[in-house]
T-cell receptor
Framework: KNQVEQSPQSLIILEGKNCTLQCNYTVSPFSNLRWYKQDTGRGPVSLTIMTFSENTKSNGRYTATLDADTKQSSLHITASQLSDSASYICVVSDRGSTLGRLYFGRGTQLTVWP | EADIYQTPRYLVIGTGKKITLECSQTMGHDKMYWYQQDPGMELHLIHY???????EKGDLSSESTVSRIRTEHFPLTLESARPSHTSQYLC?????????FGPGTRLLVL
């Protein structure tokens, strides 16, 4: 069964600290992996997208890594800010259909305290 | 500015009422999607469309229906709302791999 598992479920950190969120997947075949940020009451916004051949990608203070062999990805946030408080969702796409089906994780709820 | 819009943002309605959730995008994308998301849970695809006059059911069974008469418009309709329909509904569109999401509609059926 194709699945995307994220950990931790929730995380609280102090402003200015770094943190790392984890994503493990069993989706096969694999096309790409995305990290989305979803603010409360809003739709998800894409942060990064990585294909099979990419093992790291940065977007400002966000750096995503991908190990396609172990089917693991991480999202590292540097020097956290209050505005980073949100749910971070890992999404994996397969090649199995013309739609490029997406498999969503449940997200990690990050809270940044001042 | 190219964007994707959803209305209403919040809706509280009684059981048995007919409702239509609106979704419009100004990016000219052919593909559009409807997702359902409960708090703390993953998004579930309930409908999608490849283009005008194309609609397909997603992975999660839903009593809702959709239509795609115009490229930019993808409304979702519930003929008779029930409390089990209470959820957040997210609309998205895409041209390539990345989907762009609207702000969502939070529906509460009493």
């Amino acid at each position: 069964k194709n699945q995307v598992e994220q950990s931790p479920q929730s995380l609280i950190i102090l402003e200015g600290k770094n943190c790392t969120l984890q994503c493990n997947y069993t989706v096969s075949p694999f096309s790409n992996l995305r990290w989305y940020k979803q603010d409360t009451g809003r739709g998800p916004v894409s942060l990064t997208i990585m294909t099979f051949s990419e093992n790291t990608k940065s977007n400002g203070r966000y750096t995503a890594t991908l190990d396609a062999d172990t089917k693991q990805s991480s999202l590292h946030i540097t020097a956290s800010q209050l505005s980073d408080s949100a749910s971070y969702i890992c999404v994996v796409s397969d090649r199995g259909s013309t739609l490029g089906r997406l498999y969503f994780g449940r997200g990690t709820q990050l809270t940044v305290w001042p | 500015e190219a964007d994707i819009y959803q209305t209403p943002r919040y809706l509280v309605i009684g059981t048995g009422k007919k409702i239509t959730l609106e979704c419009s995008q100004t990016m000219g994308h052919d593909k559009m999607y409807w997702y359902q998301q409960d708090p703390g849970m993953e998004l579930h695809l309930i409908h999608y469309s490849y283009g005008v006059n194309s609609t397909e059911k997603g992975d999660l069974s839903s009593e809702s229906t959709v239509s795609r008469i115009r490229t930019e418009h993808f409304p979702l309709t519930l003929e008779s709302a029930r409390p089990s329909h209470t959820s957040q509904y997210l609309c998205a569109s895409s041209e390539t791999e990345t989907q762009y999401f609207g702000p969502g509609t939070r529906l509460l059926v009493l």
